[in-house]
């Protein structure tokens, strides 16, 4: 019998491959939350409570939905930490594989995005107010790519884009990244071989699935306004990128969390394309492949990547840590009033709520809701 364990590549690509695999969880899961969720505005979050509430195995899926799309962004981060410790850069032959992987983060991103918007309670609401306010501190197109983003958003729209558009964006450039060569290899071979290598985190998911849950109806016992400010919860990661709102001000803003991010951002696509000619790495990659490094080597790249891993996860942690995840119901709650129950149908009009166009109101309120008025 061939031993599963023998085939080098699953490890030299663990969390890349680790990441294909619970994509595909992802897909089947998000089909499931296709056939009970309802874009209609009033409908949405109604929708998704009676699915996690009532429908058997619903609270299971969603709940999933939310922890993988967590484990992909962890295992996308281990992933290129490792490319880059290799110098996969250097290699002419891995352009294109480089090229698309950075891409892919793109639609991650805005899959995470939309994902977070489309439950439409407080914090899809929150979300879908903060990003807008975002844009605008692009010059010149600022002011028409904010108003574009407010009088654009519908739920419906934004499903699309989270059910179809990105997922075929990402599905493209998934297939140039690697599934072309997997295709050659055995898919199915490749993921049933996965998936048994990666059984404990798969184990993982399911267990956190179960029993660290999001909050799905409006609690019996009204909750203190910071409850569950040390409960993770897989969206918080996310905070990370607006926590710039809440540490600078002015034009520090925008240099500091659109300008160089982007900049970095298009310089590490498309770095293997100025490297051209100074590639030196072919040969010691097949070299290599050939004859596993020794365990030393193996032991300082192991060591470099679980510290720097723990670096990105820390600062992940600290800008997240203290945000309430029951707390919102606090007080916003039915038995506040209707108005605080559930988001305001004037949503989109900033004369009737001023409050949403200030950032740094509106970030302040995310993490201190009881300080801030
Ligand atoms: C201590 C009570 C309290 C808690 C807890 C709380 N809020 Fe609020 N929130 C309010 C009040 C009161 C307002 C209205 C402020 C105003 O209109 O001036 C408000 C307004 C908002 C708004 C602005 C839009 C609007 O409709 O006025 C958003 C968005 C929001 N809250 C989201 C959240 C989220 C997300 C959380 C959980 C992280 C949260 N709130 C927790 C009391 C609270």
Same mark, same amino acid.
């Given at each position: ?133 975002? %844009?605008?501190?692009?010059? /010149? ?6 108003? =574009? @983003? +407010?009088?654009?958003?519908? *739920? #419906?729209? !934004? ?91 002015? %034009?520090?803003?925008?240099? /500091? ?6 900049? =970095? @951002? +298009?310089?590490?696509?498309? *770095? #293997?394309? !100025? ?99």
């Amino acid at each position: 019998m061939e031993n599963i364990f023998s085939e080098k590549i699953h490890w030299r690509h663990f969390f890349g491959g680790f990441s294909f695999l619970i994509i595909i969880l992802q897909i089947l899961t998000g089909i499931f939350l296709i056939f009970f969720y309802d874009p209609a505005i009033d409908n949405a979050y109604k929708s998704v409570q009676y699915l996690t509430n009532n429908v058997t195995g619903g609270s299971l899926m969603r709940n999933m939905h939310r922890w993988t799309a967590f484990f992909l962004f962890l295992a996308v981060l281990i992933h290129t930490i490792r490319c880059i410790l290799r110098l996969d850069f250097m290699a002419q032959s891995k352009r294109v594989l480089w090229l698309t992987g950075v891409l892919l983060l793109l639609p991650t991103f805005m899959l995470i995005v939309t994902g977070l918007i489309l439950p439409w309670e407080w914090k899809g609401y929150w979300f879908m107010e903060i990003i807008p306010n975002y %844009s605008e501190f692009i010059p /010149l197109i600022g002011h028409k790519l904010k108003s =574009f @983003f +407010i009088e654009s958003f519908t *739920l #419906p729209r !934004y499903q699309v884009l989270h059910i179809l558009v990105l997922p075929i964006i990402f599905l493209i450039l998934i297939n140039y990244h690697f599934l072309d060569k997997l295709r050659k290899r055995g898919v199915f071979k490749y993921i049933y071989k996965h998936a048994l290598i990666s059984l404990p985190l798969l184990i993982a998911i399911v267990v956190l699935a179960k029993y660290i849950t999001i909050p799905s109806e409006d609690p019996e016992v009204i909750p203190m306004p910071l409850e569950g400010e040390y409960i993770p919860a897989p969206e918080w990661y996310f905070l990370i990128l607006l926590l710039p709102l809440m540490y600078f001000k002015g %034009s520090l803003i925008p240099v /500091l969390s659109i300008y160089v991010p982007l900049l =970095f @951002f +298009i310089a590490f696509a498309f *770095l #293997p394309y !100025y490297l051209k000619g100074k590639a030196v790495r072919e040969e010691t990659e097949a070299v290599e492949y050939n004859n596993p490094a020794p365990l030393k080597k193996i032991f300082i790249r192991g060591s470099l990547v679980v510290i720097i891993f723990a670096m990105c996860t820390s600062l992940i942690y600290l800008g997240a840590y203290n945000s309430p995840t029951l707390g919102c119901n606090g007080c916003h709650h039915l038995k506040s009033g209707f108005r605080m129950g559930i988001v305001p149908r004037q949503f989109k009009d900033r004369n009737v709520l001023p409050n949403l166009d200030d950032n740094q109101w509106m970030m302040g309120h995310w993490f201190y809701p009881t300080e801030i008025y």
